[in-house]
């Protein structure tokens, strides 16, 4: 599409920042238009986020959700992939710094694409996220998989029957569709997947509890389907907790706050963090150089073509922006990334044959609905006003997910993890490495701590 | 089995330390024998390490090569298994001190069986390791499989053509099995998987470089097969240095002398290391305190029945025990671990008959035979005088594999794994973590090298 003899300096330079649903898409949708895309990622891997907590379950590998992008958009010819972490966006200069390993790129542009997603929020309680990882990335299911089973595995050597309990209660915060997975998951392989391979300790003794400050269960589906999947998980075993606020989260359990106003504590050594979301920060690093705003969740308030004010090159989509009506959800940012390529290639064309572009027309989301499995077999769904639960729901889920992963290896091994889980009860991924189970990083920190309290026991099994 | 009423008490006490090929099937074969066992090990899975190489080269998942010891064990009611660090073995006593976070573990035994295997040896200089990561367990894979695409990622950003050759180069040293498969993989990744993936620069100008202090290839295998493995990789692209000796290792390279004494610079970013082994420092501890010797591998110069001079109820199998005629194999540790699980289940007999045990054969070897894949439909294979190699010693290595691979879910993911890779050129596992690809233990020294360095770079492309 390029003209004969234009060089990579006459096209339009378009910048991506992010590989997740929004920016691959957004880059996939311009694969025919006269331009060139550099796709700037903190990650090498497009992430496919909404299974993580099957990676976290020892379900699947990482490599099944996380294909390389830039093997993703090879054949792509105008688009190339860079990794780094873009920390500074100038938008008077028109150039994105970035960091790779101390080194420091400045990549100019023409248009500008903001997808870099959202990372867990605490509100205001970063301490807590030491204690209570969230599940935002492949590093975070794996710090997860090793710390689940490595309770179990700590469990099984104690001698202490209160220090037990604690390594066996599994804490879920935020009842969203991540923390019912989650929690579902981990009740599940304890019940199926661990019983029986251990001996001092039943690991189908472990204690699941889902809580959220929120009265219901995952409340954007609705009262009807909330209660089903609640009913269902209680059915499986999980405890659930609603109204009910987390205060405070250290090394052996939280601090919750009951709608009364009366704290109590749980013991809990595994805690799992699902209970909100904080956009990028380079949100805020629009926000100072023009009139773009932010909500408090650090998402850019748009125009209705998803530019920011005063910046119609700018556009920010995902979970980085907010518009009104469109969740923070796969489908919002896979809309938005193909409705900006849209409006790129149209007024690339019109810069082509030096016509005037159509005026933008605003982004209109298209809800194709919302998802959540409980357990196996079992899942809740929304399309519009109809609800759907249980086994064909849960069959839904199957193949819309196996539809939107990418590439065709994927799908294959994913339904083969699949068939292994929910037909044998197996996991085939419950590898623990030595970076996550005794976290490396944390080791001599934890050594410290334990060797200060030198609870010195005898073998207990 | 076990006498009605017997408590566990009253049962012969077996402690297993380690869950590679020696300890698993130690506490296989000592399924239907009439005693206590606990194996305990720093891992919570059983290792596969033959194929490691495809687990850093993005062939394969961990999961696959990994899975929990106590899962294979689940149905063998005899034997516990307990995730812990050995620290101390003492023979007196007899018992067994692990840690685990911070808690620390005492274990008694009546009879005890030390497989701890070995870990990568720098011959004196530790501070290689650093630069130049073994091959020992999953997380020195991981490791690897991130810093080998981490370096093409940085060289697709750098403008400077003398950093993105450093970037480029890839040295492995050591040309045993294991480097031998790391070097044509690291090939083959660049030359057919990253091919076409890149915009700055051609993946398959990528330079690996094999280098052994030896004069051959493969020394094990003898001449002709080693010239065979030498030519093959020659003719992939691999470039092989012999009677090369490695003098340095640092981040951006490794000094290397030659035979006739002259040194000289590799500029390389990325090297793996797989030149030498040093056993368990376990070796060490029984020598301290018996009259058993360590060879300067840290070995154990054990008896002919596999036991330690002075206490014959202790025994060292695999990797941390030296026996002359037996290689540091699988088959070697596997051979090993069954001939003393008969040993013990003889003499458990013997003892509940109250008869006197015949006296113990000494440990015979079966040579299986050895092999090594060079490339993908290429492999050497010397089993016994006889010796195959090209596409059948191949299909042999594959079926082989197979066999071993333990669990049937694990052989068809690996089947399918493996599909994929053979067929396609494609490899399903290429996802790096940040712990991994940045070295989250290691990036705050990284940022203040570079910070020093301060090279930089304007956007490359």
């Known amino acids: 599409m390029s003209h004969p003899g234009a060089t990579a300096s006459d096209r339009h330079r378009v910048v991506i920042i992010g590989s997740g649903f929004g920016g691959l898409n957004a880059a996939q949708a311009l694969k025919k238009a ?8 903190r990650t090498t891997h497009h992430l496919f986020q909404p299974l993580l907590y099957q990676v976290a379950t020892g379900i699947i590998s990482e490599g099944e959700i996380a294909p390389p992008t830039r093997l993703i958009l090879r054949k792509q010819r105008n688009a190339q992939v860079l990794l780094g ?10 150039t994105v710094d970035s960091i790779l390993l101390g080194h420091t790129y400045s990549t100019p542009y023409d248009t500008l694409i903001l997808a870099a997603g959202a990372g867990q929020s605490y509100f205001g309680n970063d301490h807590f996220a030491e204690w209570a990882p969230g599940m935002k990335s492949i590093d975070d299911a794996l710090e997860l998989r090793g710390r689940i089973l490595g309770a179990f595995e700590q469990a099984e050597r104690s001698s202490d029957p209160e220090r037990r309990k604690k390594l066996l209660t599994f804490v879920v915060v935020g009842a969203g569709p991540t923390g019912v997975e989650m929690a579902g998951q981990i009740q599940e392989l304890a019940d199926q997947t661990l019983k029986g391979s251990f001996r001092h300790i039943d690991p189908t003794e472990a204690h699941v509890i889902l809580l959220d ?3 219901a269960v995952l409340p954007p589906m609705g009262e009807k389907l909330g209660l089903k999947a609640k009913a269902r998980l209680e059915k499986m075993g999980v405890e ?3 109204n009910a606020m987390v205060t405070d989260v250290d090394r052996n359990g939280i601090t919750v706050k009951d709608k009364d106003g009366t704290l109590r504590r749980i013991e809990s050594a595994c805690k799992v963090w699902s209970a909100g979301v904080q956009a990028s920060p380079l949100g805020r690093d629009l926000a100072a150089q023009s009139d773009t705003e932010i909500d408090r969740a650090g998402r850019v308030k748009v125009n209705p073509d998803l530019s920011i004010p005063g910046h119609p090159n ?3 989509i995902g979970d980085m922006a907010f518009v009104d009506g469109v969740p923070g959800m796969a489908q919002g940012a896979i809309q938005g990334g193909k409705y900006v390529a849209n409006i790129i290639k149209t007024e690339a064309k019109a810069r082509e044959h030096g016509t005037i572009p159509k005026p933008r027309a605003p982004f209109k989301y298209f809800d ?10 079992n899942a809740v769904a929304k399309v519009g006003k109809f609800e759907f639960s249980g086994f064909f729901a849960w069959l839904a889920w199957l193949g819309l997910h196996l539809i939107y992963l990418v590439g065709f290896k994927t799908k294959i091994a994913t339904l083969l993890s699949w068939a292994v889980t929910f037909l044998s009860r197996q996991r085939g991924q419950l590898t623990i490495t030595e970076q996550q189970a005794y976290a490396r990083t944390r080791i001599e920190e934890l050594e410290e701590i334990a060797a200060s309290v030198q609870e010195t026991e005898k073998a207990a099994s």
Chains 1, 2 share one sequence.
């Open 34 to 41: 006269d331009v060139d895309i550099k796709l700037i990622a």
């Open 85 to 94: 972490d873009v920390t500074h966006v100038d938008l008077e200069k028109q």
């Open 213 to 215: 400050a929120a009265p």
């Open 240 to 242: 659930i907790q609603l």
């Open 314 to 316: 700018v556009f920010v």
């Open 368 to 377: 194709k609905g919302s998802m959540a499995t409980v357990s196996k077999w």
